[in-house]
């Protein structure tokens, strides 16, 4: 089980890396004029989403494998615990920003992005609030 819960918090903490330094390209795309630059950004953008869903399938099947090597056959139950379902609206909800990132780097790539760097600045901080929740909830497990 230790192997499992190495991986997986390899995994999260991978993931979490992404969802936090692709909105700060965005930040640097919005401000940014130069084509020369925003092919660049462009790029580091595509290759950092490719490392990004490779994390989040790592963290998926880590978390899955975890559940069943800390709960084995009873894993129903385990999963019906209220920080359990707490923790899975808002890995939901992560889910979520990180599809939402992908859209906006297309949208860049379209030239159809409209928000400033000042909203990417704030976009950015989102998941740094998911993730204290998330941890509070695994170690505290406070309902």
Same mark, same amino acid.
């Given at each position: 089980m230790l192997l499992i819960k190495t991986f997986h918090v390899f995994? +999260?903490?991978s993931w979490f890396?992404?969802?936090f330094y692709l909105p700060r390209l965005f +930040?640097?795309?919005?401000?940014n004029q130069d084509a020369a630059q925003r092919k660049m950004l462009l790029g580091m953008?595509?290759?950092l989403i490719k490392m990004m869903k490779f994390t989040f399938i790592g963290t998926i099947i880590s978390a899955v494998l975890l559940v069943y090597a800390l709960a084995g056959e009873h894993w129903p139950t385990y999963i019906k615990q209220g920080w359990f379902l707490?923790?899975? +609206?808002?890995?939901?909800?992560?889910i979520g920003y990180h599809h939402w990132c992908i859209k906006i780097h297309r949208d860049f790539k379209l030239e159809k992005e409209q928000h400033s760097h000042v909203w990417f600045r704030v976009f950015n901080e989102m998941p740094?609030?998911?993730l204290f929740a998330v941890i509070y909830l695994v170690?505290?497990?406070?309902?």
């Open positions: 995994f +999260v903490v890396a992404c969802l +930040v640097n795309h919005a401000q953008e595509f290759r707490a923790k899975m +609206v808002l890995i939901v909800l992560l740094v609030f998911a170690l505290a497990k406070p309902f």
